[in-house]
């Protein structure tokens, strides 16, 4: 776990190791789902950068519409 904000537990989706050696299938994986924050009840929600999944958590109303990161 990077951090704990508000209630949501936020860390990176992938592991370090793994970005680096697999370069090549970068293009492969998600960047909008690089970082993960999950809540107490379940709740999970991606964001390509640790900002990102802060402005999902503080204004939910502005992404519920666009994205569907939330499970």
Known sequence: MIE???GWDITLNWDNNNLERDITKRNFFNQ???WIGVHLNG???YGSSLKEIRH???YP???ANKD???F
């Open 56 to 58: 999902i958590i503080d």
């Open 32 to 34: 909008k789902e690089k």
């Open 4 to 6: 704990n904000y508000k």
């Open 61 to 63: 109303s502005l992404h």
């Open 43 to 45: 709740e999970k929600i």
């Open 68 to 70: 569907k990161r939330f």
